[in-house]
């Protein structure tokens, strides 16, 4: 299959999980495709591994912490070095996290990582997106974002910490970004759209310690293969079906209602102006 020959795609958290398959399938459909992550020596396993799974060369890892500005700006500069523009990005690092920890910028871990980061990386990366003509930015969220509120003074869970609630909430986010996202798209060939993936079964949660990791561990069993879970972002990615949808959050390659509390207009103005502030972006999309 080579229906993604000649174009470039980039996909964030790739060096295991459902990234990992998310890249295999987008360099075994012919892109050129970059993987950001944040360990070297697994970054580059997984690039052998890419290449070897798909047969495609091209495959080249960048190295990111979606955990620290320095580090995802340092990210945006190299993509940029390499690459004159970019087809397709799948925002996909995230992780959840049994305690409240900051990041070197201050914040909760999982609110940078999985909001934060997204919405920096897109911002960075919007130039090579629009340099492609036609382009589709493609962001994991979770069906954990069912039943959170965002409480827009207390993003960091400074108040209110919970794993569930605090990684449900990062979650929310990418919904809330995605919409506002393809809003201010319109008019342009660049389509915005986030996803649940299913329940799978990945390295996630597995680095905490404790009843947590005990319990994904024994529900591994029953979960969806890495490889399963990827397919709703790669046919977003890649699929005719989803030319031109945008603003849409799928579930099983469908798109689907989210939350009631994620089509909140006024709540997603504000976080987009909070991100903005938080990240130092002075004009969204202009690389700088
Ligand atoms: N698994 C599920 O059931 C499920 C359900 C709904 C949504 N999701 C979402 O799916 C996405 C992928 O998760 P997964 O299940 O594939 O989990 P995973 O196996 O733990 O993979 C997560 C990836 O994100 C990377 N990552 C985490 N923090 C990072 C950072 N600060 N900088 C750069 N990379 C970072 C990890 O790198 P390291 O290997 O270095 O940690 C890894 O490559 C996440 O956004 C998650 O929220 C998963």
């Known amino acids: 299959m080579t229906a ?14 459902i990234g990992k398959e998310t890249a295999k399938a987008l360099a075994a459909a012919g892109a050129r495709t970059l993987i950001a992550c944040r360990d070297a020596a697994k970054g580059a396993a997984a690039v ?3 290449k070897r799974a798909s047969g495609n060369p091209e495959v080249e890892l960048v190295s990111a912490d979606f955990a620290s500005f320095a580090r995802t700006r340092a990210f945006g500069d190299e993509v940029r070095a390499r690459v004159d523009r970019l087809d397709v990005l799948v925002n996909n690092a995230g992780l ?3 305690s409240r920890q900051l990041t070197v910028d201050g914040h909760e871990t999982m609110f940078q990582t999985n909001h934060l980061g997204y919405f920096l990386t897109t911002h960075l990366l919007l130039p090579l997106l629009r340099a492609a003509g036609r382009a589709r930015i493609v962001n994991v969220a979770s069906t954990a974002h069912r039943g959170q509120a965002l409480d827009l003074d207390d993003l960091d869970s400074a108040r209110r910490f919970s ?9 929310l986010c990418n919904i809330y970004f995605t919409y506002e996202l393809a ?6 060939s660049i389509t915005a759209n986030c996803l649940h993936p299913g329940v799978v079964g990945t390295d996630f949660g597995q680095k905490e310690r404790g009843i947590f990791r005990a319990l994904v561990r024994l529900a591994h069993p029953f979960m969806m293969s890495p490889a399963a879970g990827a397919a709703t972002q790669v046919h977003l990615a890649m699929s005719p079906e989803v030319d031109g949808v945008t603003g849409q959050y ?11 509390e994620s089509y909140d207009v006024a709540t997603r103005e504000r976080l ?9 972006v002075a004009s969204f999309g202009d690389g700088a």
């Open 272 to 280: 987009w102006r909070e991100s903005e502030r938080l990240t130092g």
């Open 183 to 188: 809003g201010r798209l319109k008019g342009e």
């Open 4 to 17: 993604l020959a000649g174009k470039i795609a980039l996909v964030t958290g790739a060096n295991v999980g």
């Open 163 to 171: 794993p569930l609630g605090t990684y449900g909430r990062s979650k």
């Open 48 to 50: 052998e591994d890419i």
């Open 96 to 98: 959840m996290l049994t």
């Open 250 to 260: 799928f579930d099983k390659k469908r798109p689907v209602k989210s939350s009631r």
